[in-house]
């Protein structure tokens, strides 16, 4: 009986202890931890605003436009946590920049981002975002600027949206490289927004890969950003 019982009380700290390795890290992402936010899109204009604006002309972007309050700029990646699946993200609102419109061609557009306010919802992310990953005491900075005009069939009325495909550089970690991806503009009653992401494999930027102690995560991730503007 005394060694039945020994058996017994063994294979149940096993059982409890495995139950919490599995057990935890589900009830602490799916239960407990804060959800990452959405992807960054664009505001939804309310019909009524669309209507009071629809005789406004299509026409009358050219000029420079700045970057202004409401733009965020940040990171999301795919990681597993002793086997449950995540979505970490991490933004800023620190950005800087403008675009200039002729007619109905993006002609120039460069951005900054300040890399030391890149924030998530957890702080233990951030201490190796800041740290190991992306060195921001190295790098404070990242910087994107438009290689090739960006051509619109035409420049859409306000509340409605349009796509296209925009080139240029991007630098991150010290490192330059080109990139094409599709941005989705908007025209609102007080300016422009412009929203998209850009896939990142890590590697291509020097970028040491996320993981960390029981963390793993992908390889690659997306750069999104939501650019608001007004006339500079």
Known sequence: M?????????????????????GGPFVYIHF???????????????????ASSSSSP????SGTW???????????VN??????????AGRTSSVTGSVTIAGSTVSKAAFTVDMTTVTS????????????IIDTGSYPTAAFTLSSPIVLSSIPAVGSQSSA????????????????????GQRTANGI???????????DWNIPNPSFGPVSTDDHGVLEFLLVFTRA
């Open 2 to 22: 005394r060694g039945r019982s020994w058996k017994f009380w063994l294979v149940s700290s096993v059982l409890v202890l495995a139950v919490g390795v599995v």
């Open 32 to 50: 407990i931890a804060a959800k990452a936010p959405a992807p960054l899109a664009l505001t939804t204009t309310s019909p009524s605003a669309t």
């Open 58 to 61: 299509a026409s009358g972007v």
């Open 66 to 76: 700045s970057v202004s309050a409401g733009s965020q700029v940040g990171y999301r």
């Open 79 to 88: 990681e597993i946590l002793f086997g449950q699946s995540n979505v970490a």
């Open 121 to 132: 919802d957890q702080q233990r992310r951030d201490n190796q975002f800041n740290g190991r």
């Open 165 to 184: 495909q925009a080139t240029g550089v991007l630098t991150m970690h010290g490192t330059s490289k080109s990139v094409t991806f599709t941005v989705k």
């Open 193 to 203: 927004e412009v929203t998209g992401s850009i896939p990142v494999v890590f590697a």
